[in-house]
């Protein structure tokens, strides 16, 4: 293809191309760079090419005038004859004009994640130039306040780095010997895990499709977490199966105290609960775990497993704290959310009593009165350190640590 700049218009040779194979792209491509009403000569061999030129011109508002010469004499030796003038509409402006900007692909630089997203910016990648008219999506997170978190780039990134293969992790046929009442423990403990895993996969997995996809990186984030709960439901079933063929029991108890995550409709209250105060309960269950776990394959799962939690807390909290710096009522409503679920469970259990005795026996090790007394020592530990966890979180996300403390000690006693 030659391009001649014979002024004041130019010409294109597109040689044996023809619009059955892509000759239009070459066409635009030269248009584009030319003002409206401005000439374009079209030089070709393709036996169709006036034919479809014709009605290329047509759907896309370009005017043609037919050469006074026969396109036989319009060649010369080096190149194809003279087959039409194109003279370049203003369909194609038309069809930009009030296009909108969705936004700037990268969150970092000021100004390029939009506070309110218009609805029909919809699927549209952000930085994307949007045509106008085009569907209107409903998102019910479709506010920045609503779901964004400061450094969620770098969260993200690392989340995704940090993803693990369950087949090759964990060594699962390393070798241990488990006394029969110690490994059913464990089986016990993995059953109430893998409950608890379920509604941390389901809780953000409900509120993805509700994100506006202009909040890219909130989104992604969160289908990450999800991909983290299902590996963690897969290891704790494998752990919980790997010598036997039962899992333990799921209480009442247990199932409210998470049905009541499960049906928080608002985001950040979600986020506290779950990942803030339910999560970060975890973090300690798991470290106790990867410490007290009686066999190898317990103690990495809880390891991994951990790791992948922390995530999950940090984005919560720092998903609450850019919320908290937004709106001043918002601890205001975290401290009613903490109420009303300590109101709602009133009336159950909490921990259920087959997970705390089995959890006394992974930390005793052996049935001795000795044994059995560290155990349950080890236990009241952890729950101090829960508590004590709990209570420096909210104290970072602005509460007294009077109130702190009040609130940490109406958090559920299923841990989640
Ligand atoms: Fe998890
Ligand atoms: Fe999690």
């Known amino acids: 293809m030659t391009d001649m700049v014979s002024s004041?218009?130019?010409?294109i040779d597109i040689e044996e191309l023809g619009f059955d194979r892509g000759a239009h792209l070459l066409i635009k491509r030269a248009l584009s760079g030319g003002a409206v009403g401005e000439r374009l000569g079209i030089r070709g061999r393709d036996a169709a090419l006036a034919v479809h030129l014709r009605?290329?011109?047509?759907?896309?508002?370009?005017?043609?005038?037919?050469?006074?010469?026969?396109?036989?004499?319009?060649?010369?030796?080096?190149?194809?004859?003279?087959?039409a003038w194109v003279v370049r509409g203003s369909a194609p402006e038309v069809r930009w004009r009030g296009a909108e900007q969705a936004g700037l692909p990268d969150s970092l630089v000021q100004g390029a994640v939009n506070d309110h997203p218009p609805a029909t910016w919809g699927l549209a990648?952000?930085?994307?130039?949007?045509?106008?008219?085009?569907?209107?999506?409903?998102?019910?997170?479709?506010?920045?306040?609503?779901?964004?978190?400061?450094?969620?780039?770098?969260l993200y990134a690392q989340a995704a780095a940090a993803q693990w293969n369950p087949a090759t992790a964990i060594d699962w046929?390393?070798?241990?010997?488990?006394?029969?009442?110690?490994?059913?423990?464990?089986?016990?403990?993995?059953?109430?895990?893998?409950?608890?895993?379920?509604?941390?996969l389901l809780v953000p997995a409900r509120?993805?499709?509700?994100?506006?996809?202009?909040?890219?990186?909130?989104?992604?984030?969160?289908?990450?977490?999800?991909?983290?709960?299902?590996?963690?439901?897969?290891?704790?079933?494998?752990?919980?199966l790997l010598?036997?063929?039962?899992?333990?029991?799921?209480?009442?108890?247990?199932?409210?105290?998470?049905?009541?995550?499960?049906?928080?409709?608002?985001f950040t209250l979600a986020s506290f609960l779950l990942s803030v105060l339910g999560e970060g309960t975890f973090l300690n269950l798991l470290w106790f775990l990867q410490q007290h776990g009686p066999d190898p394959v317990t103690r990495r799962?809880?390891?991994?497993?951990?790791?992948?939690?922390?995530?999950?807390?940090?984005?919560?909290?720092?998903?609450?704290?850019?919320?908290?710096?937004?709106?001043?009522t918002t601890l205001g409503r975290l401290a009613a959310a903490v109420d009303r679920r300590h109101e709602a469970l009133a009336h159950t259990a909490g921990l259920n009593?087959?997970?705390?005795?089995?959890?006394?026996?992974?930390?005793?090790?052996?049935?001795?009165?000795?044994?059995?007394?560290?155990?349950?020592?080890?236990?009241q530990r952890l729950k101090q350190e829960m508590d004590a966890d709990r209570q420096a979180r909210l104290i970072r996300l602005g509460f007294p640590a009077d109130e702190a403390a009040g609130l940490s000690a109406l958090h559920t006693r299923n841990f989640m």
């Open 8 to 11: 004041p218009s130019r010409t």
């Open 55 to 83: 009605a290329w011109c047509r759907s896309q508002g370009h005017e043609i005038i037919w050469p006074e010469m026969p396109p036989a004499e319009a060649a010369t030796t080096e190149s194809s004859p003279l087959i």
């Open 125 to 154: 990648a952000r930085g994307a130039r949007v045509e106008a008219g085009g569907p209107e999506f409903f998102f019910g997170l479709n506010s920045k306040e609503q779901v964004w978190a400061e450094g969620i780039p770098r």
């Open 173 to 200: 046929g390393e070798p241990f010997e488990l006394a029969p009442e110690i490994e059913s423990a464990v089986v016990q403990v993995m059953t109430y895990l893998i409950e608890n895993e379920n509604a941390a």
């Open 207 to 240: 509120f993805i499709a509700q994100i506006h996809p202009h909040f890219r990186e909130v989104m992604q984030l969160l289908a990450i977490q999800v991909a983290d709960e299902a590996r963690h439901v897969e290891v704790f079933t494998r752990r919980a």
């Open 243 to 266: 010598r036997g063929s039962e899992l333990g029991f799921s209480t009442v108890g247990g199932q409210a105290s998470l049905k009541t995550l499960l049906d928080e409709p608002d």
């Open 301 to 328: 799962v809880a390891q991994l497993a951990a790791q992948d939690e922390a995530r999950h807390v940090a984005f919560g909290m720092g998903h609450l704290q850019y919320q908290i710096s937004k709106d001043g």
């Open 353 to 379: 009593e087959e997970v705390f005795d089995a959890l006394i026996l992974l930390a005793a090790g052996d049935w001795s009165p000795d044994a059995i007394a560290k155990g349950f020592s080890e236990v």
